[in-house]
């Protein structure tokens, strides 16, 4: 059974700094692409990074140069370091280990960005 799980997330003031972290139990993790996503409320899920087997990272532009993914596949898990927050990071966000048509979610962390 495939397990993803985040964790991390919480209430932090505008210019602070989160790292999430996902970890994923059930399949043969570094052969998977992983990719972060957020829902904001009333919003639609929008990728904000990923990273492939070999390491590379893209983001989306609205976190480039604030947030950092990577990976480490002995321990089957992934990190998101989040820094210079905004309020309008504010969004439930999600692990997605990805490998050609299969794709498994987590339940998602809370992250909210208030003074």
């Known amino acids: 059974q495939v397990q993803v799980v985040e964790s991390g997330g919480g209430l932090v003031q505008p210019g602070g700094s989160l790292r999430l972290s996902c970890s994923v139990s059930g399949i043969i993790f570094r052969i998977y692409s992983v990719g972060w996503y957020r829902q904001a409320p009333g919003k639609q899920r929008e990728l904000v990074a990923g990273?492939?087997?070999?390491?590379?990272?893209s983001y989306a532009d609205s976190v480039k140069g604030r947030f950092t993914l990577s990976r480490v596949n002995a321990d089957n898990a992934a990190y998101l370091q989040m820094n210079s927050l905004k309020p309008e990071d504010t969004a439930v966000y999600y692990c997605n280990p990805q490998r050609g048509r299969e794709a498994f979610w987590g339940q998602g962390t809370q992250v909210t960005v208030s003074s």
């Open positions: 990273i492939n087997i070999g390491g590379s990272q």
